[in-house]
């Protein structure tokens, strides 16, 4: 079985105007994707168990594990990553299945790591505490001065990110991120049907080829911003962050203590600034 692709095209009846007509229309593909984790015990025994499962949409898959191992803190540099893979065998998976291999000699903590997502989705963690966590994946505060963008130009870098969506041009539901250069050319773009899977493999693509951090990149994201969505930008260095949609609470406070530049509501000309206003201008 060949690899599935991001859109699927079925019939559908659509209504216009009182009438009703037979056509064929693109809807974005969403399907599981099981991260694995591969490593060697003391003693040279090689493990591998289940990280996570994410329901994404087909395409970059790589590129989306590595993001989001460096996001988590399981992996800090590209060096540490020695194999991405897929685990094939049974057909209806072949491609639902990534096993990410780690160089002999770094560690990995299954148990740790589990409890922390099982403790990240509970609705019983405060925003302090997922604040404080955030340091124990490897951020720090961004340095400044070392990015200014003219205000002019960020209500329309969502535009020129949509403009660069193919998959949300064929079927009207894909999220999308994007890194651009402070002048506004876009470097790298990746969509998914979920906002974090795209930032993942927009950040993983940077993690695997350029390298990261990326403290000379604007991420541009075509929703809203949460608090995962700055999590990752700020442990992938990216000082400024622009957002079409609005931002939560938690985001501000996050881009606040980690020294980002926060940008909401980014079109028809306007823009809010929530954070990190000093590299504006």
């Not at 499962?53 to 395409?59: A, D, H, K």
């Not at 993001?67 to 590209?78: I, T």
């Not at 535009?159 to 999220?175: A, K, M, N, S």
């Amino acid at each position: 079985m060949g690899r599935r692709g991001a859109t699927r095209t079925l019939r559908v009846t659509r209504y216009r105007e009182g009438g009703a007509e037979r056509v064929r229309e693109s809807l974005a593909v969403e399907e599981p994707l099981e991260i694995r984790v591969a490593w060697t015990v003391p003693g040279g025994e090689r493990r591998s168990e289940q990280l996570t499962v994410t329901m994404r949409t087909p395409g970059d898959d790589f590129d989306l594990v590595a993001g989001f191992l460096f996001a988590e803190g399981v992996v800090s540099g590209r060096d540490e990553l020695g194999e991405l893979t897929y685990c094939r065998g049974d057909d209806t998976q072949e491609y639902n299945v990534v096993e990410a291999r780690l160089r002999a000699g770094v560690g990995f903590d299954a148990p740790s790591h589990r409890r922390h997502f099982m403790t990240s989705s509970s609705c019983g963690v405060c925003g302090k505490a997922s604040l404080d966590a955030v340091a124990d994946t490897g951020c720090v505060v961004l340095p400044g001065g070392t990015v200014r963008v003219e205000p002019a130009l960020l209500p329309d870098l969502p535009r020129r990110l949509r403009d660069r969506q193919e998959g949300f041009h064929r079927t009207g539901g894909l999220h999308a991120a994007g890194l651009f250069t402070p002048e506004g050319e876009l470097v790298d773009l990746r969509e998914d049907v979920g906002r974090h899977n795209a930032v993942d493999k927009v950040l993983g693509h940077e993690f695997l080829g350029p390298g990261l951090p990326a403290t000379e990149r604007v991420l541009v994201v075509s929703g809203r911003t949460s608090f995962e969505i700055i999590q990752k930008a700020v442990r992938a260095g990216v000082p400024v962050v622009v957002a079409v949609g609005a931002p939560s609470s938690l985001a501000v406070e996050l881009a606040r203590r980690f020294g980002q530049t926060l940008v909401g509501f980014a079109r028809d000309g306007g823009f809010n600034v929530y954070a990190g206003a000093e590299r504006l201008g």
